[in-house]
Nanobody, 116 residues
Framework: QVQLVESGGGLVQAGGSLRLSCASSGNIFIINTMGWYRQAPGKQREWVARITRSGSTTYPKSVKGRFTISRDNAKNTVYLQMTSLKPDDTAVYLC??????????WGQGTQVTVSL
């Protein structure tokens, strides 16, 4: 089993920045890829960033250039640096880990609210 705990969410004005953290514990050696998703009320869950074990990163167009995912293997932590935030970025942000066998693990989520 893998446990994921997010932190760092909060309220920020449009144009501001936030950094989210996701600490992993448990059977972490089975983790292959980690990522961040978000879900706004009434909307489908949306992928926002992914980082592989080797450090390769990918982003959807909606956040590319504004969000940066990184990982600190020594701390078993993945970060999401978010800049130039917009009200449309308001959502619950969830950390995801995918194992080598493609099993998915999820954190509880952290709320990000961007005000005008």
């Amino acid at each position: 089993q893998v446990q994921l705990v997010e932190s760092g969410g909060g309220l920020v004005q449009a144009g501001g920045s936030l950094r989210l953290s996701c600490a992993s514990s448990g059977n972490i050696f089975i983790i292959n890829t980690m990522g961040w998703y978000r879900q706004a009320p009434g909307k489908q869950r949306e992928w926002v960033a992914r980082i592989t074990r080797s450090g390769s990163t990918t982003y959807p167009k909606s956040v590319k250039g504004r969000f940066t995912i990184s990982r600190d293997n020594a701390k078993n932590t993945v970060y999401l640096q978010m800049t130039s935030l917009k009200p449309d970025d308001t959502a619950v942000y969830l950390c995801n880990a995918e194992s080598l066998s493609l099993r998915q693990y999820w954190g509880q989520g952290t709320q990000v609210t961007v005000s005008l």
